[in-house]
């Protein structure tokens, strides 16, 4: 009996060899106007440059993936604290910039219509009106009592703590997701 040929596996989605690990003590980040840019030292310049987290929710601050103007990754950091000062600096901003998550604080009203739900609630930056679709696919619940809302265009509300806001708040969230 011969032994049945065996198919070849799929590559993984990345190969850990193409996996690049940068140090931190050989980047330095810069302003350019409005645009990031990178040195690598001893390697490259990077002309337009963000930062992405790889792990947004469980480590913000760590694992972060530096990407060029093509949106290709140049490596990853795995600690932005050990980055110097001004980089670490320009870094958080970057990051601020991109992952601006509104606190929701309180819930003013909910209104069911069409399918859709339109919120009306007070958050860290301010009193904020927004709707969501289908809130099954658009809410998510990273850990026990933490919502994540995601209306319609894309944009995220953060619920860090249901126990923490008042109880007519806690009954609109949880009547609605």
């Known amino acids: 009996m011969s032994e049945p040929e065996r198919q070849p596996l799929a590559p993984a989605p990345v190969e850990t060899s193409d996996l690049r690990y940068l140090d931190p003590k050989a980047l330095r980040f ?27 929710l469980s480590h913000p601050e760590r694992y972060l993936s530096v990407r060029d103007g093509d949106n290709k990754e140049v490596g990853l950091i795995t600690d932005a604290a050990e980055l110097d000062e001004e980089s670490c600096r320009l870094v958080a901003e970057e990051l601020e910039r991109r992952y601006v998550v509104p606190v929701i604080r309180r819930v003013i009203a909910v209104k069911e219509r069409f399918g859709t739900i339109d919120w009306d609630v007070e958050t860290d930056r301010g009193l904020c009106r927004f709707t969501t679709r289908n809130t ?12 994540l809302l995601t209306d319609v265009e894309g944009n995220r509300y953060d619920v860090r703590d249901l ?6 708040s806690q009954e609109w969230l949880m009547q609605h997701t």
């Open 136 to 147: 099954r696919e658009n809410v998510a619940q990273p850990s026990p009592g933490r919502y």
């Open 163 to 168: 126990s923490a806001l008042d109880s007519a």
């Open 30 to 56: 810069f302003r350019h106007g409005a645009t990031l840019r990178l040195t690598v030292e001893d390697d490259r310049s990077v002309l337009k440059a963000a930062v992405v987290r790889a792990f947004p």
